[in-house]
């Protein structure tokens, strides 16, 4: 028998790739800027729609800018590729981040930067997206900011771990354990599993990641039910982030960085 | 990268600089057949590895005023691409979970036309084996570069090449290769 790598080299000379390739290229590209435009267009009545919401709010609505599912995956600053069946993906206006999340979920996107606060569920600079039957229980949260003049290791090895973020304060390992993580090729993340009891201490997990200009938090809140950790888990969790596409040039924020600390 | 055999697959590109589109464009004819048949052996689908292909260069197009000047565009590339079929492969892991009727995995190696010997042994792997043993024996990716493109340690990486020899060589030698 022929080794391995000879044998593959044979057969991947088998597969000739059509004429035409770059014209192919440019032609998916033109789309894709097509499509951006358009969903442009979409962000604009989005922001408007997340005014008019933002004004309900105002005259006493609890909850804020809520919405379904229906809307919030066309809030795109870019076009993704089109979600699993039973998915839908959400876009952050602000924090330059892309997700996929089951479709029954809802999206209660941040209307202001992150301003290193608390990553909670009622935060209004935080991206939630929640189970609506589970609200609190059970949430997504994404937040980003500029590195400010740090590197992303050092963003990503102090940053999500301050007391004010709230969140896996004690890194490394105070739950589940944490190590390196890599997210949408940004390789000098971290992965760290928390919780608030040593019976429930992998209810939490949380990524940190940075790219040249932001750094990410991208959190999982699961409540204290054995039920939902069986369903929720670190596997689930990791399988959601292979969906994130990070977008630090549409942050908003990313605009001026020098407000971030 | 750490094997020659990849600089090697630059050509005239190997040394891409600057951020015009006739440097993407030559970069772009430089790596796309070899991109295309590699993603073909991963993938086992010459639909899926066209749109792999296809979706890999045009986010390093966007980036390409970044990616002209990095010491290895190519590798890059091979990221990038990595990081796509990660994405797809979980989200089909994702849709299935909720259809537990359903088996896990579909192989789609199953439908490559017209199969050699080689590729009914590749049946046999896992995709992730594939991607394995494609980046390490056949581009000459180190097993750390490759765990970064796989987002899997490079000790997995080594098992999982590993596990794919061994059933290639199990299967070849059933067929007498």
């Known amino acids: 028998m022929s080794d391995p790598r000879s044998l593959l080299k044979r057969e991947s000379g088998r597969f000739i790739q059509a004429d035409g390739a770059f014209e192919r290229l440019v032609r998916r590209r033109d789309h894709k800027r097509r499509n951006q435009r358009v969903a442009a267009g979409v962000l604009g009545i989005a922001v408007f729609a997340l005014a008019a919401i933002g004004f309900v709010r105002l005259l006493g609505w609890e909850e804020g800018s809520v919405i379904g599912p229906a809307t919030s995956p066309s809030s795109t600053a870019a076009p993704q590729p089109s979600p699993a069946p039973g998915f839908s993906t959400f876009s952050s206006p602000l924090h330059g981040i892309t997700i996929d999340y089951p479709a029954g979920w809802k999206v209660k996107a941040a209307t202001e930067p992150w301003g290193h606060g608390p990553v909670a569920f009622g935060a209004s600079n935080v991206d939630v997206i929640f189970d609506p039957k589970l609200r609190d229980d059970l949430f997504l949260a994404l937040v980003s900011e500029p590195l400010g003049g740090k590197s992303a290791t050092e963003w990503v090895d102090h940053t999500p771990w301050d007391q004010n973020v709230g969140i896996c304060k004690d890194k490394p390992g105070w739950g589940g354990g944490g190590g390196r993580y890599s997210v949408d090729g940004a390789v000098d993340g971290w992965f760290e599993s928390c919780g608030p009891k040593p019976k429930f201490q992998d209810s939490n997990q949380l990524v940190a990641v940075a790219t040249a200009t932001s750094g990410y938090i991208i959190y999982l809140h699961v409540g204290d039910d054995r039920r939902l950790l069986a369903t929720y888990d670190g596997d689930w969790f990791e399988a959601a982030l292979e969906t994130v596409d990070l977008r630090p040039e549409d942050a908003v924020d990313a605009l001026n960085p020098s407000e971030s600390p | ?177």
């Open chain 2, 1 to 177: 990268m750490s094997d020659s055999a990849v600089s090697a697959q630059a050509g005239p590109s190997g040394a891409v600089v600057g951020s015009d589109a006739a440097a993407f464009e030559d970069f772009f004819r430089g790596q796309t057949q070899s991109l295309y048949a590699h993603l073909c052996l991963i993938t086992g689908n010459r639909a899926e590895a066209e749109e792999l292909a296809q979706d890999a260069f045009l986010k390093v197009w966007e980036r390409w005023d970044r990616v002209a000047d990095m010491e290895e565009p190519i590798g890059y590339l091979y990221r990038t691409a990595m990081n796509l079929f990660r994405k797809r492969y979980r989200r089909a892991v994702l849709a299935l979970r909720k259809k537990v009727s359903e088996e896990l995995r579909t192989d789609e190696f199953s439908t490559v036309e017209d199969r050699s010997i080689v590729a009914r042994a590749l049946v046999e792997l896992t995709p992730r084996q594939r991607a394995a043993l494609v980046l390490t024996e056949l581009i000459g990716f180190s097993s750390g570069e490759a765990g970064h493109m796989l987002g899997v340690s490079s000790g997995t990486v080594r098992a999982l090449a590993s596990q794919g020899r061994a059933a290639m060589k199990q299967h070849l030698e059933a067929d007498d290769v």
